[in-house]
């Protein structure tokens, strides 16, 4: 249970970071980013270029680091990893619930949990298959 709750912190703190990077690449290099910073000479439709801006972090930043870290937290949390997954992902949907787009707040939660199921059913199919192994070799040796 210790493991589980020091991973989960972790990935809080690895969301936090991906979440922060991400913005600071995304305010750097598009479009948006300008017209956040209030240079909006060279963009043709600065309000459009505006409302676009949460399409653009939902789709670059905030979709990749739900996917990132609920997998990697599935990965190495070994009890209640489903569960882990989504508290370190939370920041995600509760910056999109904020924003006013409950729905994709609920979308990243459902990635959270989809993708924090595979490690759990690959963690099942290795039990099941090492306990295969075990009954052949026990027969075997019969």
Known sequence: MIRTIIVTLAAICLTL???????????????????AAGHTES?????KTFYQGQ????????LPTTLIVGLLTATFAKRLSIISAVIATSPLPALMLVAGDVWK???????????ALVPVWARREHERRSKHEKQIAGNHSN
Do not use: R
């Open 105 to 115: 707040g609920f979308i990243l939660i459902i990635c959270a949990v989809v993708v």
């Open 43 to 47: 963009v043709a439709d600065p309000w």
């Open 55 to 62: 399409t653009i972090f939902f789709w670059y930043v905030d």
């Open 17 to 35: 970071l991906l979440l922060s990077f991400g913005t600071a690449v995304v305010l750097n290099t598009t479009e948006f980013g300008k017209v």
